[in-house]
T-cell receptor, first 113, second 112 residues
Framework: GESVGLHLPTLSVQEGDNSIINCAYS??????FIWYKQESGKGPQFIID?????DKGQGQRVTVLLNKTVKHLSLQIAATQPGDSAVYFC????????????FGQGTTLQVKP | DAGVIQSPRHEVTEMGQEVTLRCKLI?????LFWYRQTMMRGLELLIY????????DSGMPEDRFSAKMPNASFSTLKIQPSEPRDSAVYFC??????????FGSGTRLTVV
């Protein structure tokens, strides 16, 4: 049937809990990956990135895990806060020199106080 | 650094009118990307430039859409004539050598 709009996966967590957002990427040759956060009415904001020669990266309260075997990327947010409520996108860089990023459809994170 | 600056923030126009969206890149970035975001299709890449040269415009929906980069710091996306189905939020993003994109705040276009 005809699509009536994107159905974004939604993750609902309690404030203070840890959140894990998952992403499957498409190109096994992609060499760079980024997670973005988009709040309502704003543009996507960079959270954390990882290169394909790594399997883990860490920032403040965030961790990115890369599993190249199954082409899977995850974002872990520790001690989730209400301000973390947003849509989260993963992106993979095409294996070329031009830097073109391909974005996933996004996951909505809802944090319950 | 003021980041990527887009103007206008909101644009309401009548069907058939020309619309021009503007984007100022971050100083020193050499790649520029125009995206469109809708509920139906999510975040779509329309066109991107590298060192002022259009690299891939396969995402531009129709000939009514055109984009230019007259210098290293500025780009425009033009829609002529505009149609109601063009209503969306249009983002530009710039990138430097580390490939991480920085997005602007977007232009919300409504065509009535």
């Amino acid at each position: 049937g005809e699509s009536v709009g994107l159905h974004l996966p939604t993750l609902s967590v309690q404030e203070g809990d840890n959140s894990i957002i998952n992403c499957a990427y498409s190109n096994s040759a992609s060499d760079y990956f980024i997670w973005y956060k988009q709040e309502s009415g704003k543009g996507p904001q960079f959270i954390i990135d990882i290169r394909s020669n790594m399997d883990k990266g860490q920032g403040q309260r965030v961790t990115v895990l890369l599993n190249k075997t199954v082409k899977h990327l995850s974002l872990q947010i520790a001690a989730t806060q209400p301000g973390d409520s947003a849509v989260y996108f993963c992106a993979e860089k095409e294996p070329s020199n031009t830097g073109k990023l391909i974005f996933g459809q996004g996951t909505t994170l809802q944090v319950k106080p | 650094d003021a980041g990527v600056i887009q103007s206008p923030r909101h644009e309401v126009t009548e069907m058939g009118q020309e619309v021009t969206l503007r984007c100022k890149l971050i100083s020193g970035h050499n790649s520029l990307f125009w995206y469109r975001q809708t509920m139906m299709r999510g975040l779509e890449l329309l066109i991107y430039f590298n060192n002022n040269v259009p690299i891939d415009d396969s995402g531009m929906p129709e000939d009514r859409f055109s984009a230019k980069m007259p210098n290293a710091s500025f780009s425009t996306l033009k829609i002529q004539p505009s149609e109601p189905r063009d209503s969306a939020v249009y983002f530009c993003a710039s990138s430097g050598r580390n490939y991480g994109y920085t997005f602007g705040s977007g232009t919300r276009l409504t065509v009535v």
